[in-house]
């Protein structure tokens, strides 16, 4: 598993930030070896982990090397969490808004929708740019993109003038009907960077075209509101890689699955809300591809949340809505909506920080709330005195305290003790019945989570593979898949940074959508296809800069349709074709196909109808295999001795064995309980099931019982 001796090699790398540890992975290409690296993250300065996870990966290749070899940094792809957490600590911009005269309000209007109905004191989330922030400006499209109301200069001159005392360093365009016609917004936009070439500026026609005047609002506000600070931060952290690993380019993770350019991402960063969950969901499908299998739950814990994603077709399902910096974290309504492509994940507040506590009604209770990286749970011996999901797994035998990124952090058990008795003494329960309950809570909250998520899309649990990333999840997952009553499970290589194998397993991708509710027996089809050709113009320039110029781009056709009446849209995609009258016949084919899925009839005698067209542009998605640099796998004996775990079903400790993965050649095969440990992870089947290492070192592991 080395480097072939005097021949030069390309090497990508991948960092992600989490909420607790920021994950570093190098993989040489070809061959598919790979480094891992990974530290507690510095929430006060991300890129200072970015930083040390690149140099550990640049000392491991390093000490690797033979003589006569040589390796070339090709690129350094990046998920994030920054835009997430900017929007949920309100730490942007000063930002000011310039509205349709009369639409001044529609932020603090919303949808008049709310989220809790037994609520009397509902906190309905503060729109992120003031009322004293916004202008009007005097003009007007009508529905179709007709002028009503000219932008006259004056107008625009009045505007600028207040704009230069509103003491705000970017500023949000969003005109009534600009996802039909964006002239009056260019102008606006051109004017305010000719007065103020500093301010950064975003329009709604380049950053959510569609219709809904107010998500689409939401969402060129929150762009705008975030922008000047990814701008400085890809900055740094473009300076940071390049002292390091001179000439390689930046990629940076969309919420989409894909990857695009430090320019385009520092241009549109909303797009990166979902930067880093999307990469455990694509580790987890490259492992599925690579092993012949299409319909997967994937399942990525980490030390602050957990999230599951349902992929079909060897797809993940693509969301184009989301909701950011939710008031109640896990209450849908509570946050701001924002219209992007994003993968369809579900979040819960489970991760290995998730605290324990007693609740109103004195009864157990674990998250939202994470102890994160600092201080941690007990059992890191940084602070934290709270109980949390890993100070649970440890008590329980799931972790082994000098066996935690590979020894490099030692875990407290007295402290984790500690932690749990204390809760105990509060519940009258033992320690060891508390740790159960809160890895029992824990996983039945994610499977709870993850059924309703597998049903509302019309598909049956029982029917997927359940693919485990992240630190925690493969600790959690054998039980959260019984819970589902899912058959088998997979371990994908190193995945305690799975993230970071997603995000080198990602293509280049650009998403574009344009809204124009129609009848399908109405639609002028040669303007769609004028539209479709400036879409993809413009996505090719995208793709260009991030690299994929050269490689077999793959186009798709999307689109929001419903029949006419109807408040909600089923998505459409199709494979790029001529776009004219024949497409109608296809497109309503599909649209009924998946109307008929997920509500199980059609309507008789109803006229469907396209709301939003979409494009999507991609590199090709390939099947990656990765293995170790370092020749870890055989290195060491198999079997590293016998611990006692909890068992759930048996609900009393066992000695169960305990094996170093690696060390277990592709073909082996074994019965559980047992523990196979790792140094970023540690996969805990406690109930009898086969266990098989496949090929590529994933480990299946089939129940016997469910």
């Excluded at 693509?318 to 994940?345: C, M, N, Q, T, Y």
Aim: glycine residues 10%.
């Amino acid at each position: 598993m080395s480097q072939r001796r005097g021949g030069q090699k390309r090497v990508r790398i991948a960092v992600d930030i989490g909420g607790t540890f920021t994950d570093g992975l190098a993989a040489l290409t070809p061959g598919g070896e790979i480094w891992v690296a990974k530290t507690l993250t510095t929430p006060r300065d991300p890129g200072e982990a970015v930083s040390t996870v690149i140099a550990e990966l640049l000392r491991q290749m390093a000490a690797a090397k033979k003589a006569g070899d040589s390796t070339q940094v090709t690129e350094v792809v990046h998920g994030t969490t920054l835009v997430t957490n900017t929007l949920i600590e309100r730490k942007g911009a000063p930002t000011g808004l310039v509205v349709t005269k009369g639409t001044r309000d529609v932020l603090d209007i919303g949808r008049e929708w709310r989220y809790d109905l037994y609520d009397l004191n509902l906190e309905i989330p503060e729109p992120l740019v003031a009322l004293e922030k916004r202008r009007e400006l005097d003009e007007r499209l009508d529905a179709s993109g007709a002028v009503l109301m000219p932008l006259a200069d004056s107008e625009l001159e009045r505007l600028l003038n207040e704009i230069d005392g509103l003491g705000v360093t970017s500023v949000a365009v969003c005109l009534l009907h600009a996802y039909v016609s964006d002239a009056h917004e260019k102008k606006v936009a051109a004017a305010l960077r000719s007065r103020f070439p500093d301010m950064a500026v975003s329009i709604s026609s380049g950053i959510a075209r569609e219709i809904r005047e107010y998500e689409r609002m939401s969402t060129t506000a929150a762009n705008a509101y975030v922008q000047p600070l990814v701008a400085q931060y890809l900055r740094n952290l473009d300076r940071r890689v390049h002292a390091l690993v001179a000439g390689a380019p930046l990629r940076i993770m969309v919420s989409s699955g894909g990857f695009t350019s430090g320019e385009a991402a520092a241009e549109t960063p909303i797009l990166l809300l979902e930067s880093g969950p999307a990469g455990g969901v694509l580790s987890a499908l490259n492992t599925a591809r690579a092993n012949g299998i299409d319909q997967i739950l994937a399942f990525d814990m980490g030390g602050t949340t957990a999230k599951a994603c349902v992929a079909v077709g060897g797809e993940p399902l693509i969301a184009h809505s989301f909701e950011a910096a939710r008031v109640h974290r896990f209450k849908r309504g509570s946050g701001l909506p924002i219209l992007i492509p994003s993968i369809d994940l579900i979040e819960i507040g489970a991760g290995g920080g998730s605290i324990a506590h007693v609740n109103e009604l004195g009864l157990l209770n674990v998250g939202p709330e994470s102890a994160g990286a600092d201080p941690g749970p007990a059992c890191y011996g940084q602070g934290g005195k709270d109980p949390t999901v890993t100070d649970a797994d440890l008590v329980l035998g799931y972790l082994n305290p000098d066996n935690f990124l590979g020894g490099e952090m030692k875990l407290r058990v007295d402290r984790a003790q500690a932690a749990l008795a204390k809760l105990a003494g509060e519940l009258d329960l033992a320690p060891t019945e508390v740790a159960y309950g809160i890895c029992d809570i824990v996983n039945e909250n994610m499977a709870a989570a993850a059924r309703i998520h597998i049903a509302e899309k019309g598909h049956d649990p029982r029917a997927f593979t359940m693919v485990a990333t992240g630190g925690a999840g493969p600790v959690h997952v054998v039980e959260v898949a019984r819970k589902l009553r899912i058959p088998r499970v997979l371990a994908t290589i190193a995945a305690g940074a799975g993230s970071c194998l997603g995000l080198l397993a990602a293509p280049a991708r650009v998403d574009r959508s344009w809204s124009n509710p129609t009848l399908v027996r109405d639609i002028d089809w040669s303007r769609v296809s004028k539209v479709y050709s400036e879409l993809r113009a413009d996505a090719e320039r995208e793709l260009a800069s991030a690299g994929a110029a050269d490689t077999g781009i793959k186009w798709y056709i999307g689109t929001e349709m419903r029949y006419a009446g109807q408040g909600h849209n089923v998505s459409v995609t199709l494979p790029w074709m001529r776009i004219d009258r024949s497409t109608a016949a296809p497109l309503v084919r599909e649209f009924e196909q998946h109307y008929r899925q997920l509500y199980g009839h059609l309507v008789p005698n109803a006229v469907p109808q396209v709301i939003t067209w979409r494009l999507t542009g991609r590199s090709a998605v390939k099947s990656h295999r990765f293995t170790w640099g370092d020749e870890r796998a055989g290195s060491k004996p198999n079997m590293r001795g016998k611990r006692e775990i909890f068992l759930p079903q048996r609900k009393r400790y066992a000695a169960v064995p305990v094996y170093e993965r690696y060390s277990l050649a592709p073909g082996t095969r074994l019965t559980g309980p047992l523990i196979l440990e790792e140094r970023e992870s540690t996969l805990v089947v406690p109930v009898a099931a086969q266990v098989e290492i496949l090929p590529d070192y994933t480990v299946s592991v089939l129940m016997r019982e469910l």
